[in-house]
């Protein structure tokens, strides 16, 4: 069925192709094509690719219009805007397992580090810079798009859905030194909810909070707005932390959403008070990143940022770090470590 599914789509987008050179309809497709054609791989690490975003790509669209409550509803918004309904556009969110850690460095400067732990990814690097927004970089995963790891967007159907790749943000840091990443949740299960509020799913979410919010305070008072929604029928969580070093989980318990200070996140809610909630892989890597941290006093560099995140890197089982992020607000720097490979970074910078 998945076979079957991936040459439909294939099929979709040459046609698209097709219309496009064909019957001069370019001017139709002009902004996704723009798109499409800065899609290219990462020279320093195979495997990995890197997409540019000059606009925010219909983001205002999609909240203006009440956003969506289901990976469904924005895969249903994303087929609008990207084939003009010529083909389907699926994305989803599978669950991330990962850990992250918030400090500050000897300066003052605000030091970020996150691991996302999964069974095999498609990297995509999506600077996004909105007219009206904070310019960021965030990491998204082709698969969360394709549903295989073994499909890249290294060909012009595949560029064309990586464009989706916007709105399924894993992990993320804005122009303003926000920094978010998802998280998921291995107990209970987050409550479907249904008020008037408008509504986001957890990915749509991060990209909100990188378009629009520059502190935790703003995060917060921004989700505050909004009906969250589980993405992948699986629960999650976010890590958010700013430049003024604070940092905080934002769990969604029992249709509330609860805001816990901490620097140290995991795979289950800190709300709960029970680190063995998340199961025992969980509970470790949590105890050992607070430990690295109080050991520090809360005072880290870019490198013992990295130090802990291979400490608690996943190298074996179905489960393993597919990337390690380092922020540095000093340096206004992302570095990536790809595959719990700490020898040499991929550096990107925010503000280009």
């Not at 970020?112 to 069974?119: A, P, T, V």
Request: overall charge negative.
């Amino acid at each position: 069925m998945k076979k079957k599914k991936k040459v439909k789509l294939v099929v979709g987008v040459l046609v698209l192709a097709l219309i496009v050179f064909v019957t001069g309809a370019g001017v139709m497709f002009r902004e996704e094509l723009n798109i499409a054609n800065s899609v290219r791989p990462v020279a320093e690490k195979e495997g990995v690719y890197y997409m540019e975003v000059d606009g925010d790509y219909h983001f205002g669209e999609f909240l203006a219009a009440g956003g969506a409550s289901s990976d469904g509803e924005v895969s249903a918004f994303l087929t609008n805007c990207i084939s003009h309904g010529f083909y389907q556009v699926d994305v989803t969110n599978e669950g991330p397992a990962c850990s992250v850690i918030s400090a500050m460095d000897g300066s003052g400067s605000h030091v970020w580090g996150r691991n996302f732990d999964w069974d095999g990814s498609v990297p995509v690097i999506v600077r996004c810079e909105p007219d009206d927004g904070y310019a960021s970089v965030s990491t998204c995963d082709f698969k969360n798009i394709t549903g295989s790891v073994v499909t890249e967007p290294d060909n012009f159907a595949y560029k064309m859905l990586a464009i989706a790749a916007l709105y399924v943000p894993m992990d993320g840091v804005n122009e303003a030194g926000l920094c978010v990443a998802d998280l998921e949740v291995n107990e209970g299960g987050m409550q479907k909810i249904d008020t008037e509020k408008p509504d986001l799913t957890i990915t749509t979410a991060i990209r909100l909070l990188l378009n629009r919010a520059a502190t935790v305070e703003e995060a917060i008072a921004l989700l505050g707005q909004y009906d969250i929604h589980a993405s992948g029928g699986i629960s999650h969580h976010l890590a958010i932390s700013d430049t003024s070093g604070k940092s905080v989980s934002v769990e969604f318990v029992d249709g509330e959403m609860i805001v816990v200070e901490t620097d140290c996140i995991t795979n289950f809610n800190l709300a709960n008070g029970d680190s063995a909630a998340g199961g025992e892989s969980a509970k470790e890597r949590y105890e050992l990143l607070c430990a690295l941290w109080q050991e520090k006093d809360g005072v880290l560099s870019g490198d013992e940022i990295k130090v802990a995140l291979k400490q608690v890197s996943k190298t074996e089982g179905e489960w393993r770090t597919q990337w390690s992020v380092v922020y540095q607000q000093g340096a206004q720097t992302i570095d990536y470590y790809f595959g719990a490979q700490y020898e040499a970074p991929v550096s990107f910078s925010i503000s280009q």
